[in-house]
């Protein structure tokens, strides 16, 4: 039996206190997600380096980060959904674990 595959997909803004915790609750999943997407969508803080460096300790885990101008919430959650090559998404928030 082949189990399905699964992409998380976070948008960002200005979460850099936070982000990498997020993360990390990825990262550290029992049956990680094959891929996970971040865009940052115009983030004025650290948000960018912060991700850099948490997605040094994704192992084998796909991870794919966008910089963009911001565009809003829901504009980034599409075009997250429309990267992923899995069967499934999880969204998550950036501030959640």
């Not at 959904?81 to 950036?94: G, K, M, Q």
């Amino acid at each position: 039996m082949t189990l399905a595959s699964v992409a998380v997909v976070i948008p960002c803004r200005d979460r850099g206190h936070c982000i990498a915790e997020s993360l990390a609750s990825v990262f550290a999943q029992t049956r990680p997600p094959r891929e996970v997407h971040v865009i940052d969508d115009g983030s004025k803080d650290d948000s960018v380096q912060v991700i850099e460096r948490a997605f040094a300790n994704a192992g084998a885990i796909r991870c794919f980060l966008t910089v963009r101008d911001h565009r809003g919430v829901v504009t980034t959650r599409n075009e997250l959904c429309r990267a992923v090559t899995t069967d499934y998404v999880a969204f998550l928030d950036s501030d959640d674990i």
